[in-house]
């Protein structure tokens, strides 16, 4: 059966960075567009990047722009979002998800705070 | 960004009843393939989102058939036929047409 499971969340002071893991199983992760969405419980739930099975077509929020990259490791059925120069409205469980457009499989989300 | 939204956001059922949640895209939704992206998606507490309807009204595999989704453009409905009561939590709209596809607020459904 599908899996994803999300890695990689933690505390982290304003300014820092940090990077997310999403390992997947049970489908073609290489023909599959991923995505990284989160929620808050002030805003939410936001889209916040996604990216094409072969990586070739990327896309961000406006929010993380210039600070956040998604990529993928197709070898290693993984999708992975560094975030650097984050803020405190950065602050969410983060989830991912198999395509922006479908998001038929989630995975169980974890959890970034950033704080001093 | 398309806005969407959903009312009710609070929404009390007494078991066996129906239940009818709205949502409004700011935009049309329909896609340059002819498709409507607008998912459907429960969260009960404590767990991830769930997809249950995509493009407006298929139903997931394993979606009970008392869910069901209907709409065109910009105006969305999920109806449950008789709410039991693994149907608490809270339910939310998704447009897939427009980058960043956006969220409705979510529409909690709790039993009455």
């Known amino acids: 059966q599908v899996q994803l499971v999300e890695s990689g969340g933690g505390l982290v002071e304003p300014g820092g960075s940090l990077r997310l893991s999403c390992a997947a199983s049970g489908f073609t992760f290489s023909d599959s567009y991923m995505s990284w969405i989160r929620q808050t419980p002030g805003k939410g739930l936001e889209s916040v990047s996604y990216i094409s099975g072969s990586g070739s077509s990327i896309n961000y929020a406006d929010s993380v722009k210039g600070r956040f990259t998604i990529s993928r490791d197709n070898a290693k059925n993984s999708l992975y979002l560094q975030m650097n120069s984050l803020r405190a409205e950065d602050t969410a469980v983060y989830f991912c998800?198999?395509?922006?457009?479908?998001?038929?499989?989630w995975g169980q989300g974890t959890l970034v705070t950033v704080s001093s | 960004d398309v806005v969407v939204t959903q009312s009710p956001l609070s929404l009390p059922v007494t078991l066996g009843q129906p239940a009818s949640i709205s949502c409004r895209s700011s935009?049309?939704?329909?896609?340059?393939?002819?498709?409507?992206?607008l998912n459907w998606l429960q969260q009960r507490p404590g767990q991830s989102p769930r997809r249950l309807i995509y493009k407006v009204s298929n139903r997931d595999s394993g979606v009970p058939d008392r869910f069901s989704g209907s709409g065109s453009g910009t105006d969305f409905t999920l109806k449950i036929s008789r709410v039991e009561a693994e149907d608490v939590g809270v339910y939310y709209c998704?447009?897939?047409?427009?980058?960043?596809?956006?969220f409705g607020p979510g529409t909690k459904l709790d039993i009455k």
């Open positions: 998800s198999r395509g922006p457009r479908v998001v038929d499989y």
């Open positions: 998704m447009q897939g047409t427009h980058w960043p596809f956006t």
């Open positions: 935009q049309s939704l329909v896609y340059s393939d002819g498709n409507i992206h």
